[in-house]
Structures are given as C-alpha cells and as structure tokens.
C-alpha cells in the first residue's frame, strides 16, 4: 500500500510541520516503507505463540506480609531537629 500525497499534507497539517517538496518526497517513501513494512509483519503466522507480558518467564518474588515491630513515635522524634507536641515540627514555608 502507498501513501498518497494528500495523507501525507494531512498529517502535515495535523502535526503543524511544513515540509517543502523535497521533504514531502522523502515523507511519502518513508511512510509508504512503513506501512508496508506493517503489512509485512501482518503475514506472520503467530497462531502457535503464546502471548507474552515479558520475553523472560519471570515470576514476582514477593515477600511474605507479615506484622513487624515499628519505631515509637519517641524514637522517631529524637532524629528530628525540632519537636513540637508530639510531632515533627518544620519552618512555615506559606506566607
């Protein structure tokens, strides 16, 4: 399949590229390989090939969700470098 000139003025217009008339030459060939290339590609027989999400068969290695002792707001608190009623206490940034 071709591309005719007056796709490739469309798009043109579409994507606010102007091409002088060696460009839309050059464009023409370019979009019509591709298509072709497409339609190349369309031939292939991939009824035997299972689809893929990634061409190495890899498994998610998780682990497990379990309950873990966590830091005490005190603890916390004494990394801070300004404390104030129990929380992380920072400069007004908002004026």
Known sequence: MS?????????????RINFNDDQLEKQILDLSNIVEFA?????ID???VKPTAHILDIQNR????????C?????IL????????????????IE
Do not use: H, M, T, Y
């Open 78 to 93: 004494k990394n801070a470098p300004s404390a104030q009623g129990g929380c992380i206490s920072v400069p007004k940034v």
């Open 71 to 75: 830091f005490s707001r005190e603890e």
């Open 3 to 15: 591309i005719s000139k007056e796709e490739v003025l469309k798009i043109e217009k579409l994507s």
């Open 39 to 43: 339609n190349q590609l369309e031939e």
């Open 62 to 69: 998780l682990r497990e969700d379990k309950e873990e002792p």
């Open 46 to 48: 991939v009824s035997q």
